[in-house]
């Protein structure tokens, strides 16, 4: 396959992953809103671990002078300025999707280009305004639609495989952010203590996680929800099963035989997944919750490097068979379709 | 005679389906009488969900000039475009030997330019064309060939007799909607197209797909073929990515390949792998920085040269832009008599040069009768519409004529064939044109029917998609009598 193929693919996974993610937590934190809103809580101190899990505060503060929720769901979910948005999101998992047609399937494709037809419509827009929820909703389901066509219509090469690269590096990744921000906000909302209970509850909520948590344990106990969401490998979207599956997909691709001469993204992921399968909830809250999860995130990010390095640059590193020596060629652009790339626009419209 | 027809007035033109008010030509009678019984509204809610259909898969070409590169769909028209067996024979026989001649000709003037020396035409009119590739002389090229995929416009007049209006040697563009009509038309008349003889298009991958590998490098038994193109912002790139699809070939970009030892590579997951055919769909000038244009980010450096040892063979070949020059277009049937030795099965439509004195004097005697075009312009730009023209856009063209004659010529107005078309609740006659898809590989083959494309605006001639144009679905029937031997033909 071809390199920049890949990386597409894996893009365009991972862009879905982050639209699913952040329909979700938008409509968790308003339904909690809903919950708590008798208890005349501040609008702000609900709205702005949203803005800490998508890291746009800055942005957000660069338009808006009020953290206000209106405000803040138009700017996750629909502003075009805000790269990180749920609409722009899901621009460019159909930009690289476009860019990869021929490999996925026609219902993928429609999926995907329905779903960015509806957000860019007047439709998806009024949905938005006049009932927010249901545009989430649609999003969602649009997105457990692509999971489901995707899985039962590609075959599993490595479409399959990069595919579910992007998606369970994208998941991890958001549910350690979600598990930071809510832990981090829920400690420092000592006024309202009946209100702690409602975000853990919403965490759960935010990443479907409330019935099977439910089925599992009586009590709310933040504790055991840490230790479900983050070292849980029978939960879905826990980060040790999207680790584990991260881990089986590298193997698939690289072929792996010896433990040694292990390619770098499968030893970095083999490795990030043992330590999640042999440490307790105890030694992490013991180490520090935040501090565990930016070394988690640091990990993550190893990873998806060691895939870029591996599957995309790859081939310009190595030298062929009976080849003289190599000559140097000019680096271009490589790689697929981010939300910032307009003057590809512009090359390829010159001729 | 159908409720939807009744009015239909195919007014002064050649009319493709009525050859009077009311009376149909025999090979659209079984169609008339199927859409005929539709009521407005039946065919109208049939022609939205092809619309929806085509937007929700994205059938789509860019519009450039509009900062968020927006995607619209071809407008297409529901009622096809039928023509019987006995006219396609012709116009398949005409494009065959078109091809033929302008490989002759293209083979010529990169070698020996015996046809230059032999006077047959003149050697400052084809030397001086623009898209001429002095570089490229004496390289050889896989059998000779230069133009493997052609896609002819061809046009009728008033009589309903066929023309050729230019010859697209180039990237000719379209085949992917020719394919997606079909589809459509299948989905929105399954019974139809079941009951008549249509012959079918859908082979054009798998025919395209032997032309290309037919051009690989001696020795290659397996050859690896790709398509290459500028990228998902490139105004063609749905078709360029379906046809990819189609064939079964990976579809790159110029990053995506790489040169060692003069011969080009991809770069995939697993390492370098060699690329034997490129179906390019980038134009010559970006192809290769280091010999055509040096800003080019979309092309290979070094791919030219690779090419030139034979490593990799190029579909089409460089330099074939100096055949759709429209001045030496106007050749093609001296080099048609000069190669083959025949008559022009299909004629030109009568051409004025600029570059000759007289013919020069007589277009700018006769602007308001004439059409007049930049030589090296396409997609309906650089031209004058000399009748509908105001008299300052004519005395503009007049001097730029002045100021350089040979990038001009003139054509008589012609008053094209007209298709009825549904416009609102009611069909209208509107301009057509026709453009089939020509492959030459180990032999010349011809896809049975091609894009006929339509001039949605009341009374334009002008049919490119660009330009308000739309398409329609173009089907070819076999004759009853020879039903058998075509489809024997076929499984051969």
Known sequence: MLSRVADSIYWMARYVERAENLSRLLLSTQDLLLDAGAEGLDEEQFWRPILATTGDEEAYTAVHKKIKGRDVAAFV??????????????????????????????????????????VESNEGRSTFRNQNAAFYERVLRRSYQFQGIADSTTPRGEVWHFLRLGTCIERADQMSRLIDTCSAISMDMPPHPQSRPLRWAALLRSCS??????????????????????LDETFPRSVACCVVELHQTLQCLCGVGSLHHMPAPVR???????????????????????????????????????????????????????????????????????????????????? | MSSLFNDYQP????????????????????????????TPGDYSSLQKAVDAAFLKMGVTFTVYGDDQGTERIFP???????????????????????????????????????????????????LSASHYRPEFKGVKVPHGIYIHICGTDLVRDDKGEYFVLEDNGRCPSGASYMLENRHAMKRAFPGLLQSLPVRPVDTYGTMLRETLEHLAPKGVLDPTVVVLTPGIYNSAYFEHCYLAKQMGVPIVEGRDLIMRNDRVFMRTTKGLEQVHVIYRRIDDDF????????????????????????????????????????????????????????????????????????????????????????????????????????????????DRIKANPRNYIAQPVLQLSRHPVFVDDHFEGR????????????????????????????????VNSSQGGGSKDTWVLWDECSDKAASTQLAA
């Open chain 1, 77 to 118: 979910a629909l502003r075009p300025e805000n790269p990180n948005s749920i609409l722009n999101s899901i621009r460019a998992a159909r930009e690289n999707a476009r860019t990869v047609r021929d490999q996925i399937s026609d219902d993928v494709w429609e999926c995907l280009n329905g779903l960015r037809l509806f």
């Open chain 1, 209 to 230: 996680a409330w019935h099977a948590f439910q089925a599992e344990h009586s009590k709310l106990d933040p504790k055991k929800i840490i230790e479900y969401l983050l």
């Open chain 1, 268 to 351: 970095r992921a083999g490795r990030l997944r043992s330590d999640l399968a042999y440490t307790t909830v105890d030694e992490v809250l013991a180490f520090g919750l935040h501090e565990y999860i930016d070394a988690l995130q640091t990990r993550l990010n190893d990873i998806g490097e060691a895939i870029f390095q591996t599957f995309v640059l790859y081939a310009d590193l190595t030298p062929l068979k009976d080849d003289g020596p190599l000559e140097s060629t000019p680096t271009q652009p490589l790689g697929a379709y981010h939300v910032h790339s307009d003057e590809d626009a512009q090359i390829q419209q010159q001729q």
């Open chain 2, 11 to 38: 007014g002064k033109f050649f009319d493709e389906v009525f050859s009077a008010p009311g009376a149909a030509r025999s090979h659209y009678e079984a169609l008339l009488s199927n859409v005929g019984s539709l």
């Open chain 2, 76 to 126: 297409f028209d529901l009622m096809p475009r039928i023509i019987p067996q006995r006219e396609w024979e012709r116009v398949e026989a005409g494009l065959i030997q078109r091809i033929t001649a302008l490989n002759l000709f293209l083979n010529d003037i990169y070698h020996g330019q015996k046809i230059l020396t032999d006077k047959a035409v003149p050697e400052e009119l084809v």
């Open chain 2, 287 to 398: 192809l290769d920085p280091l010999v055509f244009r040096k800003d080019s980010l979309l092309g290979v450096p070094g791919i030219i040269n690779s090419y030139r040892k034979g490593h990799v063979a190029l579909a089409n070949s460089i330099g074939t832009g100096v055949a759709d020059d429209k001045a030496v277009y106007a050749l093609v049937p001296k080099m048609i008599e000069y190669y083959l030795d025949q008559e022009p099965i299909l004629p030109n439509v009568k051409t004025y040069l600029g570059i000759k004195k007289k013919e020069c004097a007589y277009i700018l005697d006769n602007l308001e009768k004439l059409v007049v075009k930049a030589v090296n312009e396409s997609g309906g730009y650089g031209m004058l519409m000399g009748p509908s023209a105001s008299k300052k856009e004519r005395s503009d063209f007049a």
């Open chain 2, 431 to 462: 301009h057509i044109d026709l453009r089939p898809y020509v492959l030459y590989g180990d032999r010349v083959r011809v896809v049975p029917g091609g894009l006929t494309r339509v001039a949605l605006r009341k009374g334009s001639l002008v």
